[in-house]
């Protein structure tokens, strides 16, 4: 990621540790293109809440150890904002670029080369969530090592900019996409992880 400049600005968000909403189309996932200014707009605050951090996977036959597949946590959440294009109705945008840093670790079960990870970004506004898009990445799991590290392609999402380009009125929320008994073992099982956020 590029580091702070005129015309970015960017956010870091770390997890200290390791611990379905429905809405209708304010996101876009992009191609980037040059549209930077001299000052870039805010970026929105950004959570990763910490019971979608963790995504963890059996075979179906047990929820001990042994039937473990693949374990997944999110380790940050990397970016930056610039101006982007502006919309249909001719509205400045700001232009989120942001990538996933994961943990990937292959349980006893798991006997494959590849996991798919969905995830989801969320916008909120006054605390309530006006879009959400879901991505899919599949990523290729190391054959010798059962603990390993990556990071997803940079996505791009543009969101109006608002009345100050210095105050964002969106935040962000973002998380593994979980269905209803991942979450619930998560709730049950896993403790909250704790996040840092760093925005320059």
């Known amino acids: 990621m590029p580091a702070f400049s005129l015309s970015s600005r960017t956010f870091s968000r770390l997890a200290a540790g390791l611990g379905s909403l429905m809405l209708v189309g304010l996101l876009s996932g992009c ?7 001299t000052f870039a707009p805010a970026c929105p605050k950004f959570d990763v809440p910490g019971q979608v951090a963790d995504r963890i996977t059996y075979d179906g036959k047990g929820l001990d150890a042994a039937h473990r597949l693949i374990s997944t946590h999110i380790l940050a959440v990397r970016g930056d904002c610039r101006t982007g294009p502006r919309d249909d109705h001719k509205r400045p945008m700001t232009r989120v670029r942001l990538s996933l840093n994961l943990q990937l670790e292959r349980g006893p079960a798991s006997n494959h080369d590849t996991v ?3 995830y989801f ?13 879901i991505f899919t ?10 603990t390993s590290q990556t990071s997803t392609p940079l996505r791009f999402i543009d969101i109006p900019t608002g009345n100050n380009p210095q105050i964002s009125p969106y935040a962000m929320e973002i998380g593994l996409q979980l269905n209803h008994a991942e979450l619930d ?8 992880a704790q996040f840092h956020e760093h925005v320059q």
Not at 137 to 146: A, G
Request: no cysteine.
């Open 31 to 37: 191609e980037d293109t040059d549209t930077t200014h």
């Open 137 to 146: 990445e599949t990523i290729k799991l190391p054959p010798t090592v059962s």
């Open 116 to 118: 798919t990870v969905p």
């Open 185 to 192: 073992y998560n709730r049950a099982h896993l403790r909250s």
């Open 121 to 133: 970004v969320a916008i909120l506004q006054d605390g309530n969530i006006v879009d959400k898009k």
